[in-house]
């Protein structure tokens, strides 16, 4: 164990980036001065010391930027996964017979990485772009997927538990995967009597073709849409009588439906989304404490969003820092890539920059319903 302090955190070199803190040896010596840039020589000068680890220390809770080896990865599972379960929802509409052990082995892989590092494999998902019109449907599922197991990690539930809620927010929609992705964004085909019964379509499928399916992943399949008030579907069933993990697959359905650019009602920025969803639990609509754990996963600027600075840079959100949402860790977007906390240079965030058609949630409108 490094002698550094505990709030010292390792951190992976790259070329020509500029840091905003000093960055120490293991006993807490100036290796490089605030503000420098990395060069090929200092590096070199650290191989030459026998020096394989460096560290910083920060104010904040914030944590080093995720490294290319994790990025890498979590775009790769992200994108395996989606192949993957995109073969198995063919194979269930067909009527053929799936393992249960086939969708575990997805959600492992991203319940590995979440308990590793979850914010590449966030960023990743919460700013993938879909070439593939049919690639949308099994991405948001493995999205799901994903925020699921971060929120059941941050709850600490068991590894049996998390990959359970993971696989039935993996195959919740099974009985949608053939209809126009579209199509399920418009607000009017999501109050069709079809459409309102597909939670219960979705379970006769994996009930009849997802060999060693659990109960308990059948019944939250059929109660994703279920309200804490009692006001959702199929069955309108109250908090107290729902699973007491429906609420996690509620919640982040409905976070995934508000932040769509595909949703005619929706498309809005996702801070703006998460604030919405903490004043609709206020209100009753969902349970506070999931919308609460959710905000403690992606803080209220997610990892990848991109944000404009009081002093008008540009800046990408790397992981929120656990004692400030609104303070994430960021990287400028231009020549010097600095990381830091935007506090800590005594700047704010004071809008979302993504170049997407993603809007504002405006004040008279935020008591609206927006995710059904």
């Known amino acids: 164990m490094s ?8 951190t992976d070199l790259v070329l020509n980036e500029t840091h905003p803190v000093d960055l120490l040896d293991s006993v807490g010596n100036v290796l490089l001065r605030a503000g420098t840039s990395v060069t090929g020589e200092f590096i070199a000068h650290l191989a030459h010391l026998g020096i394989s680890e460096v560290f910083f220390r920060t104010s904040r809770s914030a944590a080093a930027p995720y490294s290319v080896a994790n990025k890498s990865e979590a775009s790769e599972t992200f994108k395996t996964g989606t192949r993957l379960l995109s073969r198995m929802l063919t194979d269930l509409l067909s009527r053929k017979e799936i393992e249960r052990d086939q969708v575990t082995e997805i ?10 590092d979850p914010a590449p494999i966030i960023a990743e998902a919460l700013t993938q772009e879909a070439k593939e019109p049919d690639a949308r449907f099994t991405e948001r599922c493995i999205t799901m997927s994903l925020l699921s197991l971060a929120i059941a990690t941050e709850l600490q539930f068991s590894e049996t538990v998390s990959l359970s809620l993971a696989n039935a927010a993996l195959l919740h929609d099974a009985s949608l995967a053939l209809t126009d992705f579209e199509m399920l964004c418009h607000p009017e085909f999501r109050q069709k009597p079809e459409y309102l019964v597909h939670p219960l379509r979705s379970v006769e499928l994996l009930r009849s073709n997802v060999l060693g399916i659990s109960n308990l992943e059948l019944i939250l399949v059929a109660q994703v849409h279920e309200q804490v008030d009692g006001s959702g579907f199929p069955a309108k069933l109250h908090f107290s009588e729902q699973s007491s993990y429906s609420a996690i697959l509620n919640t982040v359905d409905a976070f995934l439906t508000l932040i769509n650019t595909t949703n005619s009602q929706g498309g809005f920025y996702p801070n703006d989304s998460l604030a919405y969803l903490a004043n609709h639990a206020s209100l009753g609509r969902f349970d506070l404490q999931t919308v609460k754990a959710l905000i403690q996963c992606v803080g209220l600027y997610p990892p990848g969003t991109l944000v404009k600075l009081s002093d008008n840079r540009i800046a990408r959100v790397l992981r929120p820092t656990r004692d400030a949402f609104s303070n994430p860790v960021v990287q400028a977007i231009d020549h010097t890539a600095t990381i830091f906390c935007p506090s800590d240079l005594r700047l704010k965030i004071v809008s979302v920059a993504n170049n997407r058609t993603q809007q504002r949630i405006s004040r008279e409108h935020i008591g609206k319903i927006f995710w059904k």
């Open 107 to 116: 959600n492992r892989h991203l319940y590995s990485i979440v308990k590793k």
């Open 3 to 10: 002698t550094v302090e505990q709030n010292s955190i390792v």
